[in-house]
């Protein structure tokens, strides 16, 4: 059985980076579209990235692109967010996604 574990997050000024790493279990990622989410304070929670296992082609929400890089490690099973320039409305619980599995989320507040 897959398992999704996230990790990386924390408190940073806007500004900032953070690179939200998430580690795979029970099956190679290789097999998996991975996909990162977010769920902003009082908002439904959102698609902002993924990777395609096919080819590893890369999608990115408007409100991220240039300035988030999604990655993956298929040797290692993990996948990789880095974070640059974060503003405040970046701040949220950050998901880890592949097919039917998340992980348990990891926390990111951008705040001076």
Known sequence: QLQLVESGG??????????LSCI?????????????FRRAPGKEREGISCSRNSDSTTYYADSVKGRFTI???NAKNMVYLQMD???????GVYYCNAYATWGQGTQVTVSS
């Not at 924390?10 to 690179?19: D, W």
């Not at 795979?24 to 990162?36: E, K, L, V």
């Open 85 to 91: 320039n974060l503003k405040p409305e970046d701040t």
């Open 71 to 73: 990655s993956r490690d």
């Open 10 to 19: 924390g408190l940073v000024q806007p500004g900032g980076s953070l690179r």
């Open 24 to 36: 795979a279990t029970g099956y190679p990622i290789n097999f998996y579209n991975i996909a990162w």
